[in-house]
T-cell receptor
Framework: KAGVTQTPRYLIKTRGQQVTLSCSPI?????VSWYQQTPGQGLQFLFEYFSETQRNKGNFPGRFSGRQFSNSRSEMNVSTLELGDSALYLC???????????????FGPGTRLTVL | KQEVTQIPAALSVPEGENLVLNCSFTDSAIYNLQWFRQDPGKGLTSLLL?????REQTSGRLNASLDKSSGRSTLYIAASQPGDSATYLCAVRRTTGFQKLVFGTGTRLLVSP
């Protein structure tokens, strides 16, 4: 079974630009979560999607947005990039969300975004 | 607000040693706790998941325990190997907040041959 895939793996952008990152969950997984990892802040939760609906959102400005498609693939978008957005962006998938779900979350390799 | 702390921040041991990594969390209302490893520049690999009703989980040379009442978890690595060198992260999933994980700061482990 293929793991979580993220594209692209590396991105270099300049301040003010926007960027779209993609995440394909493990086949059959319907829940996708996004995290930002930086040396200073560690791993911070961005948002979570299940069945094309955003279920939860972290403490990030509105420049960060996301969506999920009917095939469970997810994208996140960052508009008006700032230097501080440079980070490793990770997505994770899990199989089912039932409100009481306790399944393992599987992470992709991440997208390394550098903002110049 | 859930806060997760990992001690020590870094650990260096010779090959063959048994070692313990610690994880503390402030809010005991958790669904589960998960341990991950992260190699430099890579994503996270899930090692063990402990449900809130469980006390421990084992996988090979790894054993993780959970004491929800005291807000603590430990990851025990037996007979460490150079290939175990990585950053180890614990994360808790709360009873609210759907699948959101709250991560600790990590322990960077170096196992020398």
């Amino acid at each position: 079974k293929a793991g979580v895939t993220q594209t692209p793996r590396y991105l270099i952008k300049t301040r003010g630009q926007q960027v779209t990152l993609s995440c394909s969950p493990i086949s059959g997984h319907r829940s996708v979560s996004w995290y930002q990892q930086t040396p200073g802040q560690g791993l911070q939760f961005l948002f979570e999607y299940f069945s094309e609906t955003q279920r939860n959102k972290g403490n990030f400005p509105g420049r960060f947005s996301g969506r999920q498609f009917s095939n469970s693939r997810s994208e996140m978008n960052v508009s008006t990039l700032e230097l501080g957005d440079s980070a490793l962006y990770l997505c994770a998938s899990s199989s089912l969300w039932t409100g009481g779900n306790t399944d393992t979350q599987y992470f992709g390799p991440g997208t390394r975004l550098t903002v110049l | 607000k859930q806060e997760v702390t990992q001690i020590p921040a870094a650990l260096s041991v010779p090959e063959g040693e048994n070692l313990v990594l610690n994880c503390s969390f402030t809010d005991s209302a958790i669904y589960n706790l998960q341990w991950f490893r992260q190699d430099p520049g890579k994503g996270l690999t899930s090692l063990l998941l402990i449900q809130s009703s469980q006390r421990e989980q084992t996988s090979g040379r790894l054993n993780a325990s959970l004491d929800k009442s005291s807000g603590r978890s430990t990851l025990y690595i037996a007979a460490s190997q150079p290939g175990d060198s990585a950053t180890y992260l614990c994360a808790v999933r709360r009873t609210t907040g759907f699948q959101k994980l709250v991560f600790g700061t990590g322990t960077r482990l170096l196992v020398s041959p």
